[in-house]
Protein backbone atom coordinates (compact mmCIF):
# COMPACT_ATOMS: atom_id res chain seq x y z
CA UNK A 1 0.00 0.00 0.00
CA UNK A 2 1.29 3.50 -0.80
CA UNK A 3 1.81 5.73 1.84
CA UNK A 4 1.04 9.39 1.56
CA UNK A 5 3.40 11.86 3.40
CA UNK A 6 1.63 14.59 5.47
CA UNK A 7 2.20 18.09 3.45
CA UNK A 8 3.88 19.23 6.63
CA UNK A 9 6.61 17.12 6.47
CA UNK A 10 7.19 17.91 3.01
CA UNK A 11 7.07 21.67 3.77
CA UNK A 12 9.46 21.33 7.04
CA UNK A 13 12.13 19.47 4.57
CA UNK A 14 11.78 22.20 1.63
CA UNK A 15 12.01 25.46 4.41
CA UNK A 16 15.02 23.80 6.10
CA UNK A 17 16.87 23.36 2.93
CA UNK A 18 15.81 26.62 1.43
CA UNK A 19 16.93 28.18 5.31
CA UNK A 20 19.82 26.39 5.09
CA UNK A 21 20.87 28.78 2.18
CA UNK A 22 20.48 31.64 4.54
CA UNK A 23 24.54 33.59 4.47
CA UNK A 24 25.83 34.73 7.56
CA UNK A 25 24.99 38.54 8.57
CA UNK A 26 28.35 40.13 9.95
CA UNK A 27 26.70 42.45 11.96
CA UNK A 28 26.52 41.79 15.75
CA UNK A 29 23.15 43.14 16.12
CA UNK A 30 20.27 44.70 14.00
CA UNK A 31 18.53 48.09 15.39
CA UNK A 32 15.42 49.20 14.27
CA UNK A 33 13.19 52.62 15.99
CA UNK A 34 9.32 52.54 15.62
CA UNK A 35 6.89 54.65 17.73
CA UNK A 36 9.52 55.66 20.55
CA UNK A 37 10.84 52.08 21.05
CA UNK A 38 14.34 50.89 19.73
CA UNK A 39 14.15 46.98 18.26
CA UNK A 40 17.77 45.48 19.31
CA UNK A 41 17.67 41.93 18.19
CA UNK A 42 20.99 40.33 19.18
CA UNK A 43 22.76 38.03 16.48
CA UNK A 44 22.52 34.56 17.20
CA UNK A 45 23.69 31.29 15.12
CA UNK A 46 19.58 31.38 14.25
CA UNK A 47 16.28 30.16 16.22
CA UNK A 48 16.85 26.32 16.31
CA UNK A 49 13.09 25.82 15.25
CA UNK A 50 13.80 27.42 11.54
CA UNK A 51 16.72 25.89 11.21
CA UNK A 52 14.55 22.29 11.97
CA UNK A 53 12.53 23.82 8.80
CA UNK A 54 9.29 25.39 10.89
CA UNK A 55 7.66 28.81 9.64
CA UNK A 56 7.56 29.10 6.20
CA UNK A 57 7.67 32.69 6.15
CA UNK A 58 10.14 33.87 8.82
CA UNK A 59 14.09 34.36 8.40
CA UNK A 60 15.53 36.53 10.67
CA UNK A 61 19.23 37.42 10.16
CA UNK A 62 21.80 35.53 11.77
CA UNK A 63 24.95 35.89 12.17
CA UNK A 64 27.56 34.37 15.23
CA UNK A 65 27.10 34.41 19.10
CA UNK A 66 28.82 36.73 20.68
CA UNK A 67 30.99 35.42 23.85
CA UNK A 68 30.18 36.73 27.04
CA UNK A 69 33.12 39.44 26.96
CA UNK A 70 31.74 40.76 24.13
CA UNK A 71 28.55 41.75 25.24
CA UNK A 72 29.05 44.95 27.10
CA UNK A 73 30.75 46.69 24.24
CA UNK A 74 28.34 45.28 21.50
CA UNK A 75 24.85 46.50 24.16
CA UNK A 76 26.89 49.94 24.49
CA UNK A 77 26.90 50.22 20.36
CA UNK A 78 23.07 49.14 20.35
CA UNK A 79 21.92 50.97 23.15
CA UNK A 80 23.77 54.36 22.00
CA UNK A 81 20.81 54.42 19.39
CA UNK A 82 18.23 54.64 22.04
CA UNK A 83 16.50 58.19 21.58
CA UNK A 84 16.13 60.05 24.96
CA UNK A 85 11.80 59.75 24.33
CA UNK A 86 12.50 56.04 23.77
CA UNK A 87 9.75 54.81 26.49
CA UNK A 88 10.77 50.83 25.83
CA UNK A 89 13.59 48.17 24.50
CA UNK A 90 12.19 45.44 22.63
CA UNK A 91 15.30 42.65 23.08
CA UNK A 92 15.33 39.97 20.34
CA UNK A 93 17.32 37.63 19.06
CA UNK A 94 17.62 35.57 15.47
CA UNK A 95 14.77 33.34 16.91
CA UNK A 96 14.45 33.08 20.89
CA UNK A 97 15.58 35.55 23.58
CA UNK A 98 15.11 33.22 26.38
CA UNK A 99 16.16 29.79 24.70
CA UNK A 100 19.40 28.60 26.59
CA UNK A 101 20.04 26.56 23.69
CA UNK A 102 20.70 29.77 21.47
CA UNK A 103 21.55 32.44 24.06
CA UNK A 104 23.32 30.65 26.86
CA UNK A 105 22.27 32.02 30.45
CA UNK A 106 25.82 34.25 31.23
CA UNK A 107 25.20 35.49 27.87
CA UNK A 108 21.21 36.51 28.43
CA UNK A 109 22.54 37.46 31.97
CA UNK A 110 24.87 39.76 30.52
CA UNK A 111 22.80 41.42 27.61
CA UNK A 112 19.50 42.15 30.45
CA UNK A 113 22.06 44.05 32.86
CA UNK A 114 23.18 46.68 30.01
CA UNK A 115 19.26 47.26 29.43
CA UNK A 116 19.27 47.66 33.11
CA UNK A 117 21.62 50.24 33.08
CA UNK A 118 19.37 52.38 30.81
CA UNK A 119 16.72 54.77 31.60
CA UNK A 120 13.81 53.31 29.17
CA UNK A 121 11.32 52.13 31.77
CA UNK A 122 9.67 48.84 29.73
CA UNK A 123 11.91 46.00 28.07
CA UNK A 124 9.93 44.00 25.67
CA UNK A 125 11.39 40.14 25.60
CA UNK A 126 10.78 38.59 22.15
CA UNK A 127 10.74 35.04 22.69
CA UNK A 128 8.80 31.88 21.35
CA UNK A 129 6.16 30.47 24.32
CA UNK A 130 7.35 27.30 24.83
CA UNK A 131 10.93 29.45 25.88
CA UNK A 132 9.16 30.67 29.12
CA UNK A 133 9.26 29.09 32.11
CA UNK A 134 9.87 29.71 36.09
CA UNK A 135 13.52 30.17 35.09
CA UNK A 136 14.08 31.79 32.44
CA UNK A 137 11.04 34.93 33.99
CA UNK A 138 12.93 34.44 37.46
CA UNK A 139 16.21 35.98 35.79
CA UNK A 140 14.27 38.49 34.02
CA UNK A 141 13.12 39.35 37.08
CA UNK A 142 16.63 39.61 38.94
CA UNK A 143 18.71 41.44 35.92
CA UNK A 144 15.54 43.64 35.26
CA UNK A 145 13.91 44.74 38.50
CA UNK A 146 13.07 48.22 37.60
CA UNK A 147 11.46 47.87 34.38
CA UNK A 148 8.10 46.90 33.24
CA UNK A 149 8.57 43.60 31.35
CA UNK A 150 6.56 42.38 28.32
CA UNK A 151 6.96 38.81 26.98
CA UNK A 152 5.90 38.98 22.82
CA UNK A 153 5.70 36.20 21.41
CA UNK A 154 4.89 34.15 17.69
CA UNK A 155 1.29 33.23 17.55
CA UNK A 156 0.36 34.06 13.86
CA UNK A 157 -3.06 32.24 13.63
CA UNK A 158 -5.61 30.74 16.27
CA UNK A 159 -6.61 28.02 13.87
CA UNK A 160 -4.18 24.79 14.25
CA UNK A 161 -4.02 23.75 10.96
CA UNK A 162 -3.24 26.92 9.34
CA UNK A 163 -0.58 26.86 11.70
CA UNK A 164 0.10 23.15 10.47
CA UNK A 165 -0.36 23.26 7.10
CA UNK A 166 -0.07 26.89 5.59
CA UNK A 167 2.75 28.03 8.20
CA UNK A 168 4.23 24.87 9.45
CA UNK A 169 4.47 26.68 12.99
CA UNK A 170 4.67 23.95 15.74
CA UNK A 171 2.73 25.99 18.38
CA UNK A 172 0.38 24.04 20.59
CA UNK A 173 -2.53 26.38 21.00
CA UNK A 174 -3.53 24.45 23.98
CA UNK A 175 -0.42 25.33 25.88
CA UNK A 176 -1.18 28.87 25.71
CA UNK A 177 -3.62 29.94 28.73
CA UNK A 178 -1.21 28.12 31.00
CA UNK A 179 2.04 30.01 29.67
CA UNK A 180 -0.04 33.51 30.15
CA UNK A 181 -0.79 32.65 32.84
CA UNK A 182 2.76 32.24 34.22
CA UNK A 183 4.00 35.07 32.87
CA UNK A 184 1.43 36.68 34.84
CA UNK A 185 2.39 35.71 37.60
CA UNK A 186 5.59 37.14 37.93
CA UNK A 187 4.01 40.41 36.91
CA UNK A 188 4.58 40.84 33.60
CA UNK A 189 2.66 41.31 30.76
CA UNK A 190 2.44 39.41 27.47
CA UNK A 191 1.94 40.43 23.74
CA UNK A 192 1.20 37.88 20.66
CA UNK A 193 1.94 38.43 17.55
CA UNK A 194 -0.18 37.81 14.46
CA UNK A 195 0.11 37.87 10.64
CA UNK A 196 -2.22 38.54 7.79
CA UNK A 197 -0.94 37.40 4.77
CA UNK A 198 -1.11 33.39 5.35
CA UNK A 199 -0.06 31.75 1.93
CA UNK A 200 -2.98 28.93 0.82
CA UNK A 201 -5.68 31.40 2.30
CA UNK A 202 -8.26 32.87 -0.20
CA UNK A 203 -8.03 36.77 0.68
CA UNK A 204 -11.27 36.28 2.59
CA UNK A 205 -9.74 33.91 4.62
CA UNK A 206 -6.64 35.79 5.19
CA UNK A 207 -9.01 38.68 6.95
CA UNK A 208 -10.79 36.51 8.91
CA UNK A 209 -7.84 34.58 10.07
CA UNK A 210 -6.20 37.68 11.69
CA UNK A 211 -9.14 39.20 12.88
CA UNK A 212 -10.13 35.94 15.22
CA UNK A 213 -6.66 35.15 15.61
CA UNK A 214 -6.48 38.96 17.92
CA UNK A 215 -9.44 38.33 19.22
CA UNK A 216 -8.98 34.64 20.30
CA UNK A 217 -4.83 36.15 22.08
CA UNK A 218 -7.07 38.48 24.08
CA UNK A 219 -10.07 35.76 25.05
CA UNK A 220 -7.02 33.62 26.15
CA UNK A 221 -5.21 36.38 28.24
CA UNK A 222 -2.98 37.90 25.87
CA UNK A 223 -3.12 41.70 27.12
CA UNK A 224 -1.96 43.38 23.87
CA UNK A 225 -1.25 41.81 20.34
CA UNK A 226 0.89 42.74 17.55
CA UNK A 227 -0.39 42.55 13.88
CA UNK A 228 2.44 41.94 10.88
CA UNK A 229 1.58 42.18 7.07
CA UNK A 230 3.73 39.32 5.45
CA UNK A 231 6.59 40.40 3.72
CA UNK A 232 8.25 37.76 1.49
CA UNK A 233 11.93 36.65 2.96
CA UNK A 234 14.88 35.30 0.78
CA UNK A 235 15.71 31.99 1.36
CA UNK A 236 12.04 30.52 2.70
CA UNK A 237 9.51 28.37 1.74
CA UNK A 238 7.64 31.38 1.16
CA UNK A 239 10.16 32.74 -1.39
CA UNK A 240 9.91 29.30 -3.86
CA UNK A 241 5.93 30.09 -3.62
CA UNK A 242 5.88 33.84 -4.90
CA UNK A 243 8.53 32.18 -8.02
CA UNK A 244 5.81 29.02 -8.73
CA UNK A 245 2.53 31.44 -8.51
CA UNK A 246 1.20 30.05 -5.85
CA UNK A 247 1.82 33.05 -3.30
CA UNK A 248 1.13 36.86 -3.95
CA UNK A 249 2.31 39.60 -1.27
CA UNK A 250 -1.18 40.66 0.07
CA UNK A 251 -2.78 44.74 -0.73
CA UNK A 252 -2.08 46.44 2.53
CA UNK A 253 -5.69 47.63 2.73
CA UNK A 254 -6.59 43.71 4.32
CA UNK A 255 -5.12 45.45 7.47
CA UNK A 256 -7.57 47.83 8.08
CA UNK A 257 -9.88 45.44 6.47
CA UNK A 258 -9.47 43.34 9.35
CA UNK A 259 -9.02 45.56 12.04
CA UNK A 260 -12.97 46.89 11.20
CA UNK A 261 -13.72 43.84 12.78
CA UNK A 262 -12.31 43.85 16.28
CA UNK A 263 -14.33 44.66 19.30
CA UNK A 264 -13.09 47.91 21.42
CA UNK A 265 -10.75 46.02 23.71
CA UNK A 266 -9.23 43.92 20.81
CA UNK A 267 -9.02 47.11 18.74
CA UNK A 268 -7.36 49.30 21.67
CA UNK A 269 -4.75 47.35 22.49
CA UNK A 270 -3.57 45.80 19.10
CA UNK A 271 -0.04 47.44 18.02
CA UNK A 272 0.95 47.40 14.12
CA UNK A 273 4.20 46.59 12.44
CA UNK A 274 5.13 46.77 9.09
CA UNK A 275 8.51 47.39 7.04
CA UNK A 276 8.08 50.88 5.56
CA UNK A 277 9.77 50.67 2.42
CA UNK A 278 11.30 54.55 3.14
CA UNK A 279 12.39 53.67 6.69
CA UNK A 280 13.37 49.93 6.30
CA UNK A 281 16.00 48.89 4.55
CA UNK A 282 16.25 45.08 5.07
CA UNK A 283 17.74 42.76 2.28
CA UNK A 284 16.09 39.91 3.14
CA UNK A 285 12.91 40.75 2.03
CA UNK A 286 12.57 40.53 -1.45
CA UNK A 287 8.47 41.42 -2.09
CA UNK A 288 6.54 43.54 0.51
CA UNK A 289 2.34 43.98 0.02
CA UNK A 290 1.16 46.42 -2.14
CA UNK A 291 0.02 49.83 -1.79
CA UNK A 292 -2.11 50.20 -5.01
CA UNK A 293 -4.95 51.55 -4.40
CA UNK A 294 -4.25 52.52 -0.84
CA UNK A 295 -1.64 54.85 -0.83
CA UNK A 296 -2.41 56.70 2.22
CA UNK A 297 -1.70 53.77 3.87
CA UNK A 298 1.26 54.36 5.90
CA UNK A 299 -0.17 57.76 7.18
CA UNK A 300 -2.71 56.07 8.46
CA UNK A 301 -0.66 53.51 10.29
CA UNK A 302 1.40 55.92 11.72
CA UNK A 303 -1.73 57.84 12.79
CA UNK A 304 -3.68 54.53 14.05
CA UNK A 305 -0.49 53.99 16.45
CA UNK A 306 -0.21 57.57 18.06
CA UNK A 307 -4.02 57.41 18.80
CA UNK A 308 -4.90 54.86 21.72
CA UNK A 309 -8.62 55.40 22.04
CA UNK A 310 -10.90 52.69 19.98
CA UNK A 311 -13.36 55.63 18.98
CA UNK A 312 -10.45 57.22 17.13
CA UNK A 313 -9.13 54.04 15.45
CA UNK A 314 -12.48 53.60 14.55
CA UNK A 315 -12.62 56.51 12.97
CA UNK A 316 -9.17 56.35 11.37
CA UNK A 317 -9.87 52.71 9.35
CA UNK A 318 -13.28 54.52 8.41
CA UNK A 319 -11.04 57.02 6.73
CA UNK A 320 -8.39 54.93 4.72
CA UNK A 321 -11.61 52.60 3.56
CA UNK A 322 -13.34 55.32 2.42
CA UNK A 323 -10.28 56.79 0.65
CA UNK A 324 -9.14 53.22 -1.13
CA UNK A 325 -10.12 51.00 -3.63
CA UNK A 326 -10.59 47.66 -2.32
CA UNK A 327 -8.19 45.01 -4.21
CA UNK A 328 -10.26 42.30 -5.76
CA UNK A 329 -10.52 39.40 -3.16
CA UNK A 330 -8.82 36.44 -3.93
CA UNK A 331 -11.03 32.97 -3.84
CA UNK A 332 -9.68 30.68 -1.64
CA UNK A 333 -8.17 27.49 -3.20
CA UNK A 334 -10.24 24.63 -3.20
CA UNK A 335 -10.14 21.91 -0.68
CA UNK A 336 -8.86 21.59 2.60
CA UNK A 337 -5.40 23.33 3.91
CA UNK A 338 -4.64 19.64 4.54
CA UNK A 339 -5.16 19.41 0.62
CA UNK A 340 -4.18 22.48 -0.43
CA UNK A 341 -0.66 22.17 1.59
CA UNK A 342 -0.50 18.69 -0.77
CA UNK A 343 -0.89 20.65 -4.16
CA UNK A 344 1.28 23.27 -3.02
CA UNK A 345 3.97 20.86 -2.46
CA UNK A 346 3.36 18.65 -5.69
CA UNK A 347 3.53 22.28 -7.37
CA UNK A 348 6.83 23.00 -5.92
CA UNK A 349 8.19 19.70 -6.63
CA UNK A 350 9.14 18.50 -3.23
CA UNK A 351 8.86 14.51 -3.09
CA UNK A 352 9.72 12.65 0.16
CA UNK A 353 10.32 9.12 0.31
CA UNK A 354 8.52 6.74 3.30
CA UNK A 355 11.40 7.08 5.19
CA UNK A 356 10.48 11.09 5.37
CA UNK A 357 14.07 11.37 3.25
CA UNK A 358 14.29 13.75 0.20
CA UNK A 359 14.04 12.95 -3.24
CA UNK A 360 15.66 14.47 -6.48
S1 LIG B 1 8.70 32.65 13.61
FE1 LIG B 1 9.78 32.38 15.57
S2 LIG B 1 9.88 30.14 15.83
FE2 LIG B 1 9.42 30.52 13.69
S3 LIG B 1 11.43 30.49 12.66
FE3 LIG B 1 10.91 32.64 13.17
S4 LIG B 1 11.89 33.01 15.13
FE4 LIG B 1 11.79 30.80 14.85
Same mark, same amino acid.
Given at each position: ???????????????????????????????????????????????????? =??????????????????????????? $???????????? !??? !????????????????????? *? =????????? *???????????? &?????????????????????????????????????????????????? #??????????????????????????? =????????????? #??????????? *?????????????????????????? &???????? $????????????????????????????????????????? &??????????????????????????????????? =????? *???????
Amino acid at each position: MKMTIDPSVRMNNANRSAKSATPKDSRATAIRRQYGMTQICLQTDGCRKGMA =GSCVFCNYPCGRLPSKDDVPSIMDEAL $SMVESEDRSILI !GSS !GSLLDPLEVPEDILRKVLECI *E =GTDCGKVLV *ETRLDTVDEQSL &RLLQECLPGKKIEIEFGLESSNQDVLKYCLNKDVDLRTIDKQIELIHSFG #FTTSANVIIGTPLLGTEEQIRDAASTI =GWAMDHGADSTVL #FPVNVRRHTLL *ESMLHKGIYAPINHILVPLALSGLDD &RALATVSL $SWADPNQIDDDCIIARPSDDGCPGIYEFYNSFMAADDPADR &RGLISSILAESAIPIMHSAPKGSLMERAERACDLL =GIRMN *EDNLPLP
